[in-house]
């Protein structure tokens, strides 16, 4: 099989596993409680707190594990909202952020709030202009994801917490797809927010965090018992988040060796899509892009039906998002961007992750363009 879906989700790394397997039997204790089986699981908790404080270049204290990305941009927007509405109920977002931010703030709009949706340029950058006029007096968040998930598109996150900060606006970012892949840091970024979760890098699935910067003031996300002093109730999910402070320590170890030979075969693999397929176009910016990330339009015929084809060849990839795919609407961001809905549907997306070798590559330039000639040849759209 060759797996270049990473983005949707990765497979758990062995230490990972191994890290996590007693939690699950031998050290069951309740972090809770006071006898010493606790003390290991509360001991257990607080190393991982360590290690993703570390990966985001923040304090232990100022990270919230949640049960994944999805619960954290929930938080830190609802949070917000609910608990600064005597402020304002003004928030922008992108119209290109994964679903998680954006049915929230639909959410939001039917509770009254109002919700300013910033245009994206034709590589899916935020317009920054459009930003700084919609800031307004009411305005109490601002969330803008750190890169895309389908096209991979980076945004500026760095200037764009310069303008909103100086509004005295919250800033919070998904780096869903950003957090384990490159370095960051919150304080270079100048985030209040973040998001991430443990599956996308090799982490378990079900477990992330919510970075809330000290003096942020964030309403709980889950009313109950003290746990995450007292901010999202429920007895911890111990082994997820001892394998997600596993999955940060190896990510901080080892991503930058990964980066540069993802990101070689990532090149090749555009590079020999261009050469070998006409008619196409490669979505994202072409350099500020997750370097694993390839999202091109086979123009004349459907994402779905090249999907199919590839997985008979034993290769796993997408169209759109994980969470959209299987829907016939056209993806959200490549409308965004400007492609036209019948171009939209012929989108396939590689994302590449650890695992991959260079014999994957040449695998998938070895059958897509015998593929992409036999259903073109059955498209009505296809004159050549
Ligand atoms: N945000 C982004 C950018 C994502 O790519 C995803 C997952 O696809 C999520 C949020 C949701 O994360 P989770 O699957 O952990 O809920």
């Not at 991979?152 to 800033?171: M, R």
């Not at 991503?255 to 176009?281: F, H, N, T, V």
Request: glycine content about 10%; aromatic content about 8%.
């Amino acid at each position: 099989m060759v797996y270049m879906d990473y983005n949707a989700t990765t497979p758990c790394d062995e230490r990972v596993f191994k890290e996590m397997l007693p939690y699950f039997s031998k050290e069951f204790g309740n972090p809770s409680s006071i006898y010493g089986l606790a003390r290991n699981s509360r001991k257990a908790l607080e190393t991982a707190r360590e290690r993703v404080a570390k990966l985001l270049d923040c304090k232990p204290e100022e990270i919230f594990f949640t049960s994944g990305g999805t619960e954290a941009d929930n938080w830190a927007i609802t949070g917000t909202a609910f608990g600064m509405r005597d402020k304002g109920k003004h928030i922008i977002t992108s119209s290109i952020e994964h679903h998680a931010v954006l049915n929230t703030c639909k959410f939001l709009e039917k509770m009254g709030y109002e919700v300013t949706y910033l245009p994206v340029d034709r590589y899916g950058i935020v317009d920054i202009e459009a930003l700084k006029k919609s800031i307004r007096k009411d305005t109490i968040l601002v969330t803008i994801m750190a890169a895309n998930n389908e096209i991979g598109t980076v945004q500026p996150i760095k200037e764009i917490a310069e303008i909103v900060k100086g509004k005295g606006v919250l800033f919070h970012t998904d780096a869903v797809q950003v957090a384990g892949k490159v370095h960051l840091s919150v304080k270079e970024m100048g985030v209040d927010m973040l998001s991430l979760s443990g599956h996308k890098f090799y982490g378990p699935k079900g477990v992330g965090a919510l970075y809330v910067r000290k003096g942020v003031r964030l309403i709980p996300f889950l009313y109950g018992g003290g746990q995450e002093k007292g901010k999202r109730a429920g007895t911890e999910n111990v082994a997820g988040i001892v394998g997600l402070g596993k999955a940060a320590e190896i990510a901080m170890a080892e991503m930058a060796e990964e980066a540069e030979r993802i990101g070689k075969m990532r090149d090749d693999l555009e590079k020999g899509i261009k050469e070998k397929i006409p008619e196409i176009i490669i979505n994202g910016h072409p350099e500020k892009r997750l370097y694993n990330t390839l999202n091109v339009c086979i123009k004349y015929i459907e994402g779905e039906s090249i999907l199919l084809h590839l997985d008979f060849e034993g290769i796993c990839a997408s169209s759109g998002s994980a969470c959209t795919s299987g829907s016939l609407e056209p993806s959200h961001v490549l409308l965004a961007i400007g492609i036209p809905p019948e171009i939209a549907h012929s989108s396939v997306r590689f994302s590449l992750g650890k695992h991959n070798k260079r014999e994957d590559v040449a695998k998938v330039l070895d059958v897509l363009p015998g593929i992409v000639e036999k259903l073109r040849k059955m498209s009505p759209f296809w004159k050549q």
